[in-house]
């Protein structure tokens, strides 16, 4: 049973720090991307960062850029979100999702998605 698990989500002051973590079990991922989706109160799920499993080859939206970094551990099959300088407009349900390579790294084209962590930054 293929599982993704997200944990280090929480409440944190504008400006501070998380670091989200994503433990996978039950498949290799080798020929997987895997990344970050998030979801607002009352918005749709959007495109956070992903990173190639094999390669390491990472993309960022706009929004995030320069602020969040996405790591893995092939060792410990987990990837990482290294999220600083948050701010409240992060406040959002962080998922952790992975997908084939060969797609486009869409909500609609995920394999496998976590349950999610809630991160809440407070103004």
């Known amino acids: 049973q293929v599982q993704l698990v997200e944990s280090g989500g929480g409440l944190v002051q504008a400006g501070g720090s998380l670091r989200l973590s994503c433990a996978t079990s039950g498949r290799s991922f080798n020929y997987y991307e895997l990344g970050w989706f998030r979801q607002a109160p009352g918005k749709e799920r959007e495109f956070v960062s992903r990173i190639n499993w094999i390669s390491g080859t990472t993309t960022y939206a706009d929004s995030v850029k320069g602020r969040f970094t996405i790591s893995r551990d092939k060792d410990k099959n987990t990837m990482y979100l290294q999220m600083n300088g948050l701010k409240p407009e992060d406040t959002a349900d962080y998922y952790c999702?992975?997908?084939?390579?060969?797609?486009?790294?869409?909500?609609?084209?995920?394999?496998?998605w976590g349950t999610g962590t809630l991160v809440t930054v407070s103004s």
């Open positions: 999702a992975a997908a084939l390579g060969f797609r486009s790294f869409l909500a609609t084209n995920i394999d496998y």
